[in-house]
């Protein structure tokens, strides 16, 4: 069974992030940052290009009370860096799993910052999940570094399509098990 979706998602601080919720001003910045190919490569369902109307059916989506996904964007106003540099998605499977996606900006890779989210993603478990579950493609190896230092083990290799490259692609598999706080 799918659990409820959370109708406000908390907002999650680091040293040079706030994630917080998506909101409409976001557009702009989802739309070139998303819209770029290096970005809509990297994961399974941006498009490339991003046709009209994607970044608002996203901001659209994350305030139904029935989605099944979470995403929160890395906002990293307050440390001089854009409002947006990247985005950061838990998807509800089942049995107390999600799975965890993220992308960043070309602008800020190579910064740290996704491992920065993801570190604070994992503590705060706003999904109070037993088990996070990621999947990077093979040739983003960058983004399996960000997993691996944050404590996910490997547990296979598969393969996904990714809409941008409109062809399935060999993956990696991790996961991480969580404490899950009883308060």
């Not at 399974?44 to 994350?62: D, F, K, Q, R």
């Not at 009370?65 to 509800?92: C, F, I, N, P, Y």
């Amino acid at each position: 069974m799918i659990q409820e979706a959370i109708s406000v998602l908390p907002k999650i601080e680091t040293e040079r992030l706030t994630l917080r919720p998506l909101r409409a001003s976001d557009r702009g910045l989802l739309d070139l940052y998303a819209g770029d190919a290096r970005v809509a490569k990297m994961t399974a369902n941006i498009p490339h290009p991003l046709p009209p109307g994607a970044s608002e059916a996203l901001i659209a989506g994350a305030s139904d009370l029935k989605r099944s996904e979470d995403s929160w964007v890395l906002d990293g106003h307050d440390a001089g860096l854009a409002e947006l540099v990247g985005l950061m998605t838990l998807t509800r499977l089942d049995r107390g799993q999600s799975e965890i996606s993220y992308w960043l900006a070309p602008a800020f890779w190579h910064m740290g910052l996704a491992r920065e989210a993801l570190a604070a993603m994992l503590i705060a478990n706003p999904q109070r999940c037993e088990t996070i579950f990621g999947t990077v493609f093979q040739d983003n190896p960058a983004s399996a570094r960000v997993l691996t230092h944050c404590g996910f083990s490997y547990i296979g290799d598969a393969e996904a399509h990714s809409v941008a490259r409109a062809a399935t692609a060999p993956t990696w598999t991790y996961h991480k098990c969580l404490k899950v706080s009883t308060s």
